[in-house]
């Protein structure tokens, strides 16, 4: 998190939200394909930001905050299944979303033809 976590990394994983909603709007004369960036952008900002946001940067926090090379194998291993599959469904909820976004997209621009 620490290295990661700056301006141009908020710029890269809030804008596709925000050219989301705005791509909505845009096609608000278009039901079909307004109704499906919609779904899109609302799948995204909440399957990808605030699953990002309140589900693996916390974790990213526990993570960081351990002294790993301190820890018992015990304690490595309770760690790691503290945090593992936690991660591995957050990553799996983020994934299906932003596939499942990309779909909507695809199919709203095949509407709006």
């Not at 952008?41 to 990002?52: E, K, M, P, S």
């Not at 926090?61 to 957050?90: C, G, H, M, T, Y």
């Not at 909820?93 to 596939?99: N, Q």
């Amino acid at each position: 998190n620490r290295a990661i976590i700056n301006g141009k990394f908020m710029i890269v994983f809030f804008g596709p939200v925000l050219l989301l909603f705005l791509n909505t709007y845009l096609f608000k004369g278009n039901n079909t394909s307004f109704l499906l960036f919609l779904i899109a952008a609302i799948l995204f900002f909440i399957g990808i930001g605030l699953v990002t946001i309140f589900g693996n940067v916390p974790l990213n926090e526990i993570l960081d905050k351990s002294n790993l090379e301190a820890l018992s194998k015990v304690e490595l291993q309770e760690l790691r299944d503290k945090f593992e599959q936690p991660w591995n469904r957050l990553h799996t909820i983020r994934t299906l979303s932003s596939f499942i976004s990309f779909v909507f997209l695809i199919i709203g621009m095949l509407y709006s033809k």
